[in-house]
């Protein structure tokens, strides 16, 4: 099947416009191919600004978004590939979602093999100890 995530930042997208709210998309700006002003990532990312106020052509498809925006006062052409985002949210209440960090080496069509670290799927999983904790992205 194909991956859910460009799917699933499209709806994204679109429920927070229509909710009056400002999408903000988390990147990472190291992985391959990504064009985003690195002067202005921090530790390997870079939350951008989407919002239709805020961006010109902004294209999504399955693999690639891409956008004019203005860093600066000095516009750029962004090209963000889909699995380099890390996450869409709302700026005025961080509703949203978050994605897993994919490697640029992955490939849905490889065959899994064999871990003998890798419990039967029968069995469960062991419980994590200690408190949850979440951490807040901006």
């Known amino acids: 099947m194909n ?31 990504v064009q985003v002003p690195q002067g202005f990532a921090s530790d390997g990312q870079i939350v951008l600004n989407i919002s239709p ?19 600066g006062g000095v516009p750029h052409s962004l090209y ?6 890390l996450g869409i949210y709302a700026r005025e209440n961080g509703q949203g979602m978050v994605f897993d960090l994919e490697s640029p080496l992955d490939d849905e069509d490889d065959e899994i093999e064999p871990d ?5 799927p029968d069995t469960e999983p062991p419980r994590p100890s200690g408190r949850p904790s979440l951490k807040v992205v901006k």
């Not at 106020?53 to 860093?71: I, K």
């Open 53 to 71: 106020s805020a961006v010109r052509h902004l294209h999504m498809d399955n693999e690639v978004v891409t956008f004019e925006g203005r860093f």
């Open 80 to 85: 963000v590939p889909v699995p380099a985002i």
């Open 3 to 33: 991956s859910s995530r460009p799917y699933l930042v499209r709806a994204l997208y679109e429920w927070i416009v229509d909710n009056d709210c400002t999408p903000h998309m988390l990147v990472n700006s190291e992985y391959p191919a």
């Open 116 to 120: 003998d670290d890798i419990p039967p």
